[in-house]
């Protein structure tokens, strides 16, 4: 069960279809995030979401292919403590290395571009969550560009690309290596750390807490939009989960139904946990954090979805649910960061409780189990220790370039009116003072 | 064309792909169900159903897929008039005994419980339209539990789990025994006459029916919402028609052409006849009632769709829409029965229409035509005679534990303050005392 | 690469999978269409959308598909010049002549049977957005069924069907013939033609234009449906330009990543340059005429995705984004014609430049370069010369014996009530007099 550059021709067959409905997921976190946010920003938040899909989809083309690589194609190493560290790829540019013709050969690495430009256009889609309301439409493109050429492609390269995490095991017999089947880490937990690097630059919306720092509730425009995307997003899951599983670890397509149910039975476990988690709090479940708690459960089940029995995915969604709904909270109150879509909490924590679940659950035959959650733990130190203080540094560079953040008067009139000139709702009568002041 | 454990491997790839694709059905449905409410409902039409389909799915890998089984696995038989009577699956509990390791031998019992998930997800959903607006969120949850855990996997192993109803052919020479390619009977049906149970248990919502016991109309919220989920409902039963030809009739790749256009023709032709029976009757096309027609004819075309002809799918779609139409008023107007997203009329009547019709235009070769009429009038009286009364003596024992219909004050003010304690659109100004007394 | 009666039969299992997903596409434009319009024309949109969609599947099965055929079927030729041109399919009406059995040696025109049906749906969806708001669903359904059932598969047979435009290849040594991998011709140029037919007929809206022909701009009612539609359209369009890669010129599925990832940059440099141009002219991006620049991008890529490479994909995107955008204000400005949806520019024009780029761009081995660009220019003078007066007469002759265009009424008082008898949300309260006279 190894990822290898030509896949039978049937595998690749089936990878290729789901690959083409991964944008199921992006049409899905567009609309939650959407939802979300205050009506005055709906359309700048489907705006930007469309806009940042587009410079990922370049800026990946240009060169995060190149960065990003595939098992077996040029790379560069570092030689330390007689180990060779393979750290980046080595393709050429604009895609120009790779053999689009067509031959079983070449089959593995066309489908990881196609597959990487998807992925990348997900993760530049999770910080407009904890950005939304408040950051302008050039600043997320210019950050999309970094997070889908530069940060995304070069974790990805260590995980999927036959970097140095993904060696850990042939060269230090953790396991199989850092694991991550569908992208729960290369593409949730790097995503959600780009959202909290965002949130912390961009700062609390106005209004979003009070003098004595306790947060004001800002409620979403449209819940049918948030629980309806979470539909969309499962469907862009199941694809991407098997898209990941089949390219990345090496399964056949005997074990897409296993994949698929796993990543049901999370998505589906993580809901009830949440549902159940906000009634006992607050007397009432809460439609918001239950469409978070299902997210998470998705993101959760996207690190172990090929590697695990069904039971097994439903005890890391009840925990995925658990631990989203009180981070969310959590956040707010304690570190009082503000992030309107949860992005921080739904990708990025519930994408490294996937990856170290990963570490204890492994009980399939063909594990090499032990040492496996070393890996995790490996790689999940990379994410926090290294991939978080990149972004933060790009991102904050890119700050003292040209702000991020809107003025205020954007905030004020809405996103919507402001950077666009036109409302996303212009005929429909709104009594937006109730909920925070304009 | 029997179903069998061992599908051939690229046959199996089709199968799962198109598996995947199912829950675009139930995004579909649930955003019709949820169109067709009022807008202080509509936040709790789609967390009902993001929650019922969640609960199914933990329902059905407990002990659903269990009791379903697949033709060939452990099951309990009992001896009456010479003949053995499979009556019901044998599989241990928690899915563990289907083999997911991905052999070519195990395919069609991982795909068929991969696909069970999502069909008792799909029936979980259809009570949700007729109990709409004031059915509480944990009874509907339980009654999911029920049918998705129950109700479903009993019939559903007597149809596709090679139990007495599939043998029906074999035993006493009645054509293939009963036969239902995509879920006519297993699915629709069954969630039909659980609607219609749900509709009689809860009785009619508050200013249905006026004191002489005329119906008020109630339009639902949003048009829009309910045509775009036709659309995605198609897609959905596209994938769910070709997934059961596969699986559960034998037939081969080969065939996905004539599925997918005997279902896009059968929806079409339902349509055209909703829109003309509601433009002579009054005057005017009528837009719920055409979507109403639209996935009555998809319900009728999954009985069907692999055994006829094109002209016949066309002729089976303009009864379904005819008798949709007609059933939708009939309810109303002469039983009384509140049923605000047509789910008895759309997936219960059409969906015995279906079958029905699987007697009269079973053509193609293949077909072993004699008395297949007779095994579809046995499924359909089982259904009537046995579905219906078992599944309202369990909806009606689940209201005795604990009342299932939202008290005055849930109506009044809408099931999403009520029960969630947030609005849908908590910006938009309404006008709902137009429709009805809140 | 040529097409051919007998696929593969893995070849032609993920075609027939991809055509499953083509209706993705319509569901985007639907919906884009509905979002472009006024809110009290929005259920109206929608309706029409559906039930063209039912009239389009209708029409093609009883004699669209007769006369669109496919290579190396029966069809209609006349001898000029010396050389056979094969101007029109025979296949026998009803279908009656397709073998749906599943065998391999005919899965070429069973599969050809289901793509045409629903490109043939997208066909009839295009004029829907060019007559907006105005257009009687009666005479929209006559419309197209006259599309469905005879311009476009008149067209589709000469491109897709082995007809002369095809076979300029073969006869006259231009390069491989006329090429329209995924319908930029076929489907989008026709329909676009046919919009710009529907627009002159219908003529502007009730106060588009002021005394003196100056525009007034009527914006679309939800922002959020025509960008959200665009993300679909993606999915869909990935699907369908797979699907006719691999069913109309041949590819095999190790083609598909680059099929998919020329779609998806086409769209995402189309976007970008219709944000920067509106940006530039307008001091803000435009969200309307982005999603337009973004399906532009779709339609372009429809010609060519199967034969550049990557960077000539952007390039024609650009061009593809850059030529909407400015079209769809000049059409208003200097043409006066009103297209709400934009259809005439965005899949009209975007279409003819698609295969006209296709001439300059075809680089790839296997191609026969030398005057592919004549053969090119032949289909599109083919398209202005003679399906454009066509499409034109025979939507003229439809206006004779039945005017298509709604009465004063139905323009003030909103389709949706003047048509259907009801609004797409009956409890929202608007102010639609900011817009335009009621």
Chains 1, 2, 3 share one sequence.
Not at 20 to 46: D, K, Q, W, Y
Not at 112 to 131: E, Y
Not at 306 to 312: G, H
Not at 355 to 376: E, K, M
């Amino acid at each position: 069960m190894n990822p290898s550059a030509a896949l039978p021709d049937m595998t690749a067959a089936v990878c290729a279809v789901c690959i083409l409905l991964v944008p199921l997921a992006a049409a899905g976190l567009a609309l939650i995030n959407t939802g979300l946010g205050r009506s005055r920003n709906a359309a700048h938040a489907m705006m930007s979401s469309l806009c940042v899909l587009a410079v990922a989809a370049a800026a990946y083309f240009i060169c995060g292919f190149s960065w990003q690589g595939f098992p077996g194609r040029a790379a560069y190493a570092i030689e330390a403590g007689g180990k060779m560290w393979n750290w980046i790829g080595a393709d050429p540019l604009f895609l120009r290395g790779v053999d689009f013709g067509g031959s079983s050969a070449s089959s593995g690495a066309s489908l990881a571009a196609l597959l990487g430009m998807f992925s990348a256009g997900l993760a530049v889609l999770i910080p407009l969550g904890s950005g939304a309301e408040r950051w302008r439409l050039g600043s997320s493109c210019a950050s999309a560009a970094i997070l889908a050429g530069w940060t995304y492609p070069l974790f990805a390269h260590w995980v999927w690309g036959g970097g140095w995490l993904a060696e850990l095991g042939v060269n230090f017999g953790l396991g199989r290596g850092f694991a991550d089947v569908g992208g729960a880490g290369s593409i949730h937990a790097v995503g959600g750390l780009a959202a909290l690097a965002i949130a912390w630059i961009l700062r609390p919306r106005r209004g979003k807490f009070a003098q004595e720092g306790m947060p004001t509730a800002i409620p979403g425009h449209n819940a049918v939009f948030v629980l309806f995307g979470c539909l969309l997003a499962l469907i862009g899951f199941l694809c991407l989960n098997t898209a990941g599983a089949i390219l990345y670890v090496g399964v056949g397509v005997g074990r897409v139904p296993l994949v698929a149910i796993n990543t049901m039975l999370s998505a589906s476990s993580a809901t009830l946990a949440s549902a159940l988690i906000t009634r006992t709090r607050f007397g009432k479940p809460d439609a918001s954090l239950s469409a978070n708690g299902w997210v998470g459960g998705l993101v959760a089940s996207s690190a172990v979805c090929a590697f695990v029995i069904p039971a097994a995915a439903v005890l890391i969604g009840l925990v995925a649910g658990a631990l989203v709904t009180i981070s969310v909270e959590w956040l707010e109150l304690h570190l009082h960061i503000d992030d309107p879509g949860g992005a921080i909490s739904v990708h990025g924590l519930a994408g490294i409780w996937g990856l170290l679940a990963l570490g204890f659950f492994d009980h399939l035959p063909g594990s090499s189990g032990s040492h496996q959650w070393l890996a995790q733990l490996a790689g999940v130190a990379t994410l926090l220790g290294f991939v978080l203080p990149l972004t933060y540094a790009l991102n904050w560079l890119l700050n003292r370039i040209s702000p991020q953040r809107a003025g205020l008067d954007g905030e004020r009139q809405g996103m919507d009116l402001h950077e666009l000139g036109a409302n996303a709702y212009p005929e429909l009568v709104t009594h937006q003072e109730d909920f925070t002041p304009r």
